[in-house]
Each structure stands twice: as structure tokens, then as C-alpha cells.
């Protein structure tokens, strides 16, 4: 049957992605993919919560290394000397530091960390050298234990001109010069605390490590698992409603793009459910951590830093504005890719045939060429936007060194900040970059879904009626009354047909090509309905019987018998579990298709190749008529059915028919007329209508169209009607 264009239901509504462009949300879409995640909101919520996790342990790893910077590895005290000052100046220097700074012995001397110094005052105090350009160690004795605390009195007054005395009992300071000239031993009694502080960060350091790993693989192997249930429940509603659909559909819509849709939309929105609505939690939670983060840590390089974002953003919006073209471009001559090699494949013996292979390379190479043309461009633009991304990261990175580097000189600002804003500042891009390449997986995730829910929101546009009976007792008695049928509208292929084929009698019909002979077949299994007048099976319209119940009473057995890739005895029951083997070989014994199935390596398990290629034309036509029997139809359609088959194997078939057609109601469209003489009724079809009816004999001697074209057949001679008669075929 050829495509009947527009026909179908929806036959010119195909998905065009250009109708698309620019929707990145549509909260019709998400609302009805959400739908598929439901079943498994419990893992949703598991994995949002190893997302969070996981994100809150990288945003702390930097901090701790701020930690182990500022407290543990680079002294952090220094000394403010206010004993050289004016009375008005250190009241107001005593004043401001008295709970931020450590007095010592001598009254005018302060112990203060560089992070609690304002910038200003550290200007002023350097300007008149009353803050102290080396660093101190700051020691206390509950640092120590009493053993190790006894060691350190010793040291100190061994080395009594090294240590400051602080004002609280047991405390004092030390420089970094002092340590310096101290023995290792020494230096590492002396920084015990420090020591210990920094095991405690560092174990704390891998027990996140270890726990970010085991987030990481959890939340990593429960995204694929998630994505790849919802898309196996995607997939599998797909190809269940496809096989729904009407025949009409698969004529107006190329089966390339019909495959396109199962696989490569299915795929992109995996991406989908694994990269954006799971993954997207995790990359908004992480920038809301690092700028809450950032901004604790110190506001101002904070600003610094989130003043790059107006280049992120101006260089995102490019990025969509661009990347939105070239990838429509990209997805519409995919599909055609698809089209055209689904098309090749299937017609290749035509190809070879005609040894048409350089062509038909020529053809395609022209389209994979724009493939390639239009992917380049795709390429292209994301090779500029990342490059844009990494200077912009680049420069807050120079900007923080700047900046951040001299409040670091100037004891403004601890190192360990430094360090951590420049970590965070390489993670700070990081979920920017990745939430923005996030969008073009958005904009095609909508697009696939849109082509998805488009085909599962065609409607079967036969459905079954409300008020349908149920099939007893099928006798087998079809008539069509009245019936007129159009593919296109006022374009009639049956006009006003009515014709009856008794309980277990046989119908031929005969014709010539487009004479409507093939429709009436379509009409009777319901592939298509007609647009007036009604089929009745006994005496029932078939509208009344759910489409199901009236199929499994008919057998079809085409001229183009297909056959599915497995064994013998799978194609013979198509995996209807309720016909046994030995039913299936009973079926094949009768109908004369045993005797090579028996030859067949493997015999009813050996494999069939894909559309039975290995197998003759006469083989693939016996296992019809063997898949006919074992499903036992009351009603028996053959559309030319024996149309190209060798002499000796028209023997087999035609004693495989008779078998077949006993006790049945058959319907036979046949080319060879010598096949159907012993139909109970021939009816001959021209444009549509009924111009002649009758047995064989009978239309033989009426010398109609019948007798015409059975003498086209026997060259002239007609048996019975007078030897070396002849008749005009003009006439």
C-alpha cells in the first residue's frame, strides 16, 4: 500500500523545531515528563540530598584549608607597638583593640591577629612603624600538657630575651626570627598546638574526601539508574502507542523519523533528567554556598568577584542566541540523515541491483556534508564560549590576586582568605558554566519531548466504540453494504460497493492495478474506515466489535510476506505464547512448509534473518500460510498471495490453500486466474465498482472483462470454449 499523504490523522502536523525555538521551559512539558519520575520520587529525593551533601563538602574543603593556612602554617600575630605614640593616639588604638588583641607585660604593647586589623589602622600604624613586620607565635599553658609544659618553662628560660611575656599568666609570644634560630625539636614543642590543630584539619580533610567520594559515586550511579528507568518507561509507552496508532499515521510519516523519535529524543532526555532537573539542584545550591560563603569570608573581594558576572552573562545570552540556530539546524538534517539511511538499507537489493551504490552514496554524502557544515558551526560556537567563560574566570582571578594580595601584604587580610577566594573563585564559574551549557540540553530536551508527546497525543482515530459486543460464535459471513472509500478527500477509490460472502464460501476478486482491490482488504481489518456505508460480520457492522476481537477472527497473508528477525517457530506464532510447538509444527506439516523447515539448520529454532532474506519467496509464503493456520481464523484474506511463485512450489501452495481455505470464509485477491476457478464467487473490480460477478464458468461465457483477461493469461486459448477459437481483447 502506498503512502496516501495527508490521510492520516495528523498527517501534516510533523514536529518542526523552528515552531519550537526559544522555549527552554514549558512547564505543559515538564508537568507531564514529571509524571514518569513520580514512581521513583523517594531516589529523586535521596539523590537531591547527596547532591546538597556532596556540594556542602566541596564549598568546606577550601575553608578548612584557609584553616590550616591561617591558624596552623602561617603565623598569624603581630605585635602593635603603641608605646612611642602620642597619649590621644594610643587611648584611641587601647580602646578599639582592647577585646580584639592580647595585652602584654609591657602595657603599650598589643598581640593582635592580622584578620582582626583594620586596613586603615595597619596603614597608619606601618607609616609610623609602630606595627611589627615579622610574625609571632602565640603559646599558652593550656596548649600543653604538664610534661611538655615543663619542657617549654625550661626553654624560655633558657632563651628568656626570645619570649615576650604576655599579660595573662602563662602566655607569651614569640617571633618568627626567634623560631627560626631554634632546633627542629624545638620548633616543634613550641608549635605542639599547631601541630595538632593541623592533624585535626587534615584528618577532617579526607574523612570529606572519603565521604564526597562516596556521595559522588552514590549520587552519580543513582542519576544514570533514574534516568534510565524513566526513559525505559518513555521508550516502552512510545513503542506501545505507536502500535496503536493507525495505519494511516506510518503513511504519512517516514518510519526514519518515526525510529529517530524512539532513540535519539528518548536519549536527549535522559540528558535531561540526569544533567539538568537532578544535577541542576546541585549546581544552584553550590553557587548559593560559595557567594554565602564568599561574603562571610570578606565582602569586598566578594564584590570584586561578582562583578565578572555581567561578562558571564552578556557572553551566556550570546551563547543561547547563537547556539539556538545552529543546533535547530543540526536536529533537522539528523533526522533527514536518519530518513535517508532507514530508506537505503531497506531498498539495498534495489540498489544493487541496479548497481546504483555510487549514486545513492552521492545522494547521501550530500546530506551528510550539510551535516557536517551545520555541526561545525555548533562546534563553533561552543568553542568560542567556553574560551569567553575561561578569560572571564581569568580575570576575576587576577583581580582577587590584586586586590587580595595587597591586603595581604598589608596584614589586611590572613592568607589562608587569599588562598581560599582563589579556589572558590575557580568553583564559582564552574556551576555558572555548567548551568548555562545546561541550557541547549533544556532547549533540545523540550524540542524531543514536544516530538514525543506529539505522537503519544495522536489519537487512534478508530477507537473502539462505548457500546461494543462481544464476538460469539463467529460464523464468518462478511457483506459490505454500500461501502465508498477515499484516502483523500473526493478522491474515491470504492464508490457505492456492496457485494456478500457466505459462512465458509470463498470471494475472489479480480482487477487491474488501483482497480480498489487491496482497500476493500484494509476496510475489512479495519486499517482504515470508510466514509460511508457499513461491512457487517454476520450481520453485525464491524464498528460494533472492538478492533482486537475482530482481528484475531481474520488471517492475513500478503503478497510481501514479512517476517521478524528470530527462529522458524516465532515467526510462525509470533510469540503467542498459547500456541504450542506442536501446534506451530502441526500448522507447518499441513500447509506443506515442514519439509524445509526440516532442512534449515536448527530446524523450527533456526534463526531467521531481518525481513526472512535467507529464505525464498516460496518459503516465506509457506510460513504465512503455516502463521495463517496455527492462529485458526474463521475469515482468511489472500492478497496475491501466490503472485510470484515458481511452478513447482505453486503446487505446494496451491495444495497448501486448499487445506487452508477449508471450512473457511475466504477472500482471495489473485492475479493468476487459475488459482481462483473454484472460488464460489469472482467479482471484478474497475475504478472502484463491481462491473462483473459470477463463477468462473460464468464469466468466462459472458466474455467480459473476466474472458479478456483470462485470455491474456492463456495466450488466446480457453479451455472448454473451442479449440483455436479466438477472441478480440478490444472489444
Known amino acids: 500500500m502506498p503512502p496516501h499523504g495527508g490521510g492520516g490523522h495528523g498527517g501534516g502536523s510533523d514536529f518542526h523545531e523552528e515552531d519550537y525555538l526559544g522555549k527552554v521551559y514549558d512547564s505543559r512539558l515538564i508537568s507531564r515528563l514529571l509524571k514518569y519520575a513520580k514512581p521513583y520520587i523517594v531516589y529523586i529525593i535521596i539523590t537531591v540530598i547527596f547532591l546538597i551533601l556532596l556540594s556542602l563538602s566541596r564549598i568546606y574543603k577550601p575553608y578548612l584549608i584557609k584553616e590550616a593556612i591561617d591558624k596552623d602554617i602561617v603565623l598569624p600575630y603581630l605585635m602593635m607597638d603603641l608605646t612611642g605614640m602620642d597619649k590621644e593616639n594610643k587611648n584611641y588604638y587601647m580602646e578599639k583593640y582592647k577585646n580584639k588583641a592580647i595585652r602584654s607585660e609591657n602595657p603599650g604593647k598589643l598581640l593582635i591577629e592580622s584578620s582582626r586589623l583594620d586596613l586603615k589602622d595597619s596603614s597608619e600604624l606601618r607609616k609610623t612603624n609602630s606595627l611589627s613586620k615579622e610574625r609571632y607565635l602565640y603559646i599558652r599553658k593550656d596548649y600543653f600538657s604538664e610534661e611538655k609544659w615543663i619542657k617549654v618553662e625550661k626553654l624560655i628560660a633558657e632563651k628568656a630575651n626570645s619570649f615576650i611575656p604576655m599579660s595573662e599568666e602563662g602566655s607569651y609570644a614569640i617571633t618568627q626570627e626567634n623560631l627560626s634560630r631554634m632546633s627542629s625539636s624545638d620548633n616543634f614543642m613550641l608549635k605542639a598546638y599547631e601541630w595538632n590543630d593541623l592533624k585535626r584539619i587534615t584528618v577532617i580533610y579526607f574523612i570529606i574526601l572519603a565521604i564526597g567520594f562516596l556521595l559522588e559515586f552514590s549520587q552519580f550511579y543513582l542519576i544514570t539508574w533514574l534516568g534510565q528507568k524513566v526513559m525505559h518507561d518513555i521508550r516502552g509507552d512510545l513503542f506501545k502507542h505507536l502500535t496503536k496508532l493507525t495505519i494511516n499515521y506510518f503513511d504519512s510519516h517516514p518510519i526514519g523519523r518515526l525510529v529517530t523519535r524512539v532513540t535519539n529524543d528518548v536519549g536527549t532526555l535522559h540528558e535531561m533528567f540526569t544533567s539538568v532537573l537532578i544535577n541542576i539542584t546541585s549546581d544552584v545550591f553550590l553557587l548559593i554556598g560559595i557567594i554565602v560563603t564568599i561574603f562571610i569570608l570578606d565582602w569586598k573581594l566578594a564584590l570584586l568577584l561578582m562583578g565578572i558576572m555581567p561578562v558571564i552573562i552578556f557572553a551566556t545570552i550570546m551563547f543561547r542566541i547563537k547556539f539556538r540556530t ?20 531497506s531498498g539495498i537489493r534495489v540498489i544493487k541491483v541496479f548497481a546504483r551504490e555510487r549514486e545513492n552514496f552521492r545522494k547521501f554524502d550530500e546530506v551528510n556534508q550539510s551535516y557536517y557544515k551545520v555541526s561545525m558551526k555548533e562546534l563553533f560556537v561552543n568553542a568560542i564560549f567556553s574560551p569567553v567563560i575561561v578569560v572571564a574566570n581569568n580575570l576575576g582571578l587576577a583581580l582577587i590576586i590584586w586586590y587580595g594580595g595587597g591586603q595581604v601584604i598589608q596584614d589586611a587580610m590572613p592568607l589562608g582568605i587569599l588562598v581560599a577566594f582563589l579556589t572558590y573563585s575557580h568553583m564559582f564559574f564552574q556551576p555558572i558554566n555548567a548551568i548555562a551549557e545546561k541550557y541547549n540540553i533544556m532547549q533540545s530536551a523540550m524540542a524531543a519531548s514536544e516530538r514525543i508527546f506529539q505522537i503519544m497525543d495522536e489519537k487512534d482515530e478508530f477507537t473502539d466504540e462505548k457500546d461494543c459486543v462481544e464476538i460469539k460464535d463467529c460464523k464468518g459471513s462478511v457483506e459490505f453494504k454500500n461501502v465508498s472509500f477515499a484516502y483523500k478527500k473526493d478522491e474515491w477509490v470504492l464508490r457505492n460497493l456492496s457485494f456478500k460472502v457466505e459462512a465458509g464460501k470463498t470471494l475472489a476478486i479480480v482487477g487491474a492495478t488501483g482497480a480498489g482491490k487491496t482497500t476493500i482488504i484494509s476496510l475489512l481489518v479495519r486499517f482504515y474506515e470508510p466514509q460511508e456505508g457499513e461491512i457487517l460480520l454476520d450481520g453485525i457492522d464491524i464498528r460494533k466489535f472492538k478492533k482486537k476481537d475482530l482481528r484475531r477472527h481474520l488471517s492475513l497473508v500478503l503478497q510481501d510476506v514479512f517476517l521478524f528477525t528470530g527462529n522458524i517457530a516465532d515467526n510462525i506464532r509470533l510469540n503467542n505464547k498459547e500456541i504450542t510447538d506442536e501446534q506451530v509444527k502441526a500448522a507447518a506439516l499441513y500447509v506443506n512448509a515442514d519439509h524445509f523447515i526440516q532442512k534449515i539448520d536448527g530446524g523450527y529454532e533456526g534463526n531467521v534473518a531481518e525481513r526472512g532474506s535467507t529464505l525464498s519467496m516460496g518459503q516465506r509464503q509457506l510460513l504465512a500460510f503455516a502463521r495463517a493456520l496455527a492462529f485458526n481464523p474463521r475469515i482468511l484474506i489472500l492478497d496475491e498471495a501466490t503472485s510470484s511463485i515458481d511452478t513447482e512450489t505453486e503446487q505446494l501452495i496451491q495444495d497448501a490453500l486448499l487445506k487452508l481455505m477449508e471450512g473457511r470464509t475466504s477472500l482471495v485477491i489473485a492475479h493468476r486466474l487459475s488459482t481462483i476457478q473454484h472460488a464460489n464467487n469472482i467479482i ?19 466474455r467480459g472483462i473476466y474472458f479478456r483477461l483470462y485470455q491474456l493469461q492463456y495466450k488466446g486459448q480457453v479451455p472448454g470454449l473451442g479449440k483455436g477459437e479466438k477472441y478480440d481483447l478490444i472489444s
Open 326 to 345: 545552529a543546533y535547530r539546524q543540526v536536529r533537522r538534517i539528523l533526522a533527514r540523515i536518519n530518513a535517508t539511511l532507514s530508506e537505503h538499507f
Open 684 to 702: 471484478v473490480m474497475h475504478k472502484g465498482e463491481i462491473v462483473e460477478e459470477g463463477t468462473h464458468q460464468e464469466l468466462l461465457a459472458s
